[in-house]
């Protein structure tokens, strides 16, 4: 079954749990009740939101992931389940035990599909197409020459200019503080990155220990690792809003709800042909497989 995703970011809502559905009252009345089994990611976005205790409690124990942002509307904190798969002492003791040469080997390979992506969505016709492939063709075991970054010095301008008119596109760069289509982003990345962690959870790994990403105060290492692979879907999708509504100013509920559209598109993936909500779950196992020693490489998803 494929999870929802539930947000939570228009008015006061106080939310609680009756007979395992999630109740959300507004101005005293029940506005909506869902099967907290069906939720696979509750993402609240508003500073009015009440809870009781059990709402926290009930969707965890469920496997969803709980998003919470701040005034900035950016995440501010990520709730997930410590206990999702029975096998999680030893699945969290090879990840432990996993050798540098297997982690640098796994990030190539990310690396590689992220540009493979990126070459995709600017399409065959663009002049960075051809130097794109190539630099995938280029990135080593760990990437020391930082491929990555090369890559994505090509990949956003030519991607920028393909969303609107070259006078619109000039001067518009990747940043997070940015003006539109900036803000779309954002949202997107946020909520794959969610659902890669409640992934990441459900195949037994620890969210925080990364193979490449390290940072100290970041708790999704691994999230942001296994993150990059799916990125070109949230650009996908902008790229496609941007197309059929022109410049996009406001990340108004209906935008929010076309670029949510990216997590259930189908996706291929090792064989695999399905929602890419599922298809998260499909890599995630074979990250797994990968630190166990009973694969060699990752199952990543085909743009």
């Not at 007979?19 to 609240?44: A, F, K, M, R």
């Not at 065959?124 to 930082?146: A, E, F, I, Q």
Request: hydrophobic share 35%; proline share 4%; glycine share 6%.
């Amino acid at each position: 079954m494929i999870k929802r995703i539930v947000e939570i970011s228009q008015s006061k809502t106080y939310l609680s749990i009756r007979y395992g559905q999630l109740l959300l009252n507004q101005n005293g009345e029940q506005v909506s009740s869902i099967p907290c089994e069906d939720i696979g990611i509750l993402l609240v976005d508003h500073s009015g939101v009440t809870y009781t205790h059990s709402v926290f409690t009930e969707l965890l124990s469920k496997g969803a992931s709980v998003v919470l942002c701040g005034s900035d509307h950016h995440p501010t904190g990520m709730l997930l389940p410590i206990e999702s798969n029975s096998l999680q002492t030893e699945r969290f003791r090879y990840q432990i035990e996993a050798k540098e040469p297997l982690k640098k080997k796994l990030w190539k390979q990310i690396i590689q599909a992220k540009i493979r992506h990126q070459a995709a969505i600017v399409g065959t016709d663009s002049d960075v197409y051809k130097p794109l492939m190539t630099l995938r063709h280029r990135v080593r075991s760990g990437d020391p020459d930082n491929i990555e970054a090369q890559a994505s010095r090509k990949f956003w301008p030519a991607y920028f200019n393909c969303l609107t008119d070259s006078s619109t596109a000039l001067g518009m760069t990747r940043d997070t503080d940015g003006k539109p289509p900036n803000n779309m982003l954002n949202y997107g990345y946020m909520v794959m990155r969610a659902a890669v962690a409640r992934a990441i959870c459900s195949a037994g790994l620890l969210p925080c220990l990364g193979i490449h990403h390290r940072n100290r105060y970041n708790a999704f290492c691994l999230a942001d690792d296994l993150h990059e692979p799916f990125r070109g879907f949230v650009e996908s999708k902008v790229r496609d809003i941007c197309k059929n509504n022109g410049h996009v100013e406001s990340l108004t509920q209906d935008i929010k709800a076309v670029i949510l559209e990216a997590l259930y598109e189908e996706v291929s993936i090792a064989g695999f042909k399905g929602p890419l909500m599922v298809g998260l779950h499909r890599t995630a196992a074979s990250l797994q497989r990968c630190f166990a020693s009973e694969q060699d490489e990752l199952d990543l998803p085909e743009l």
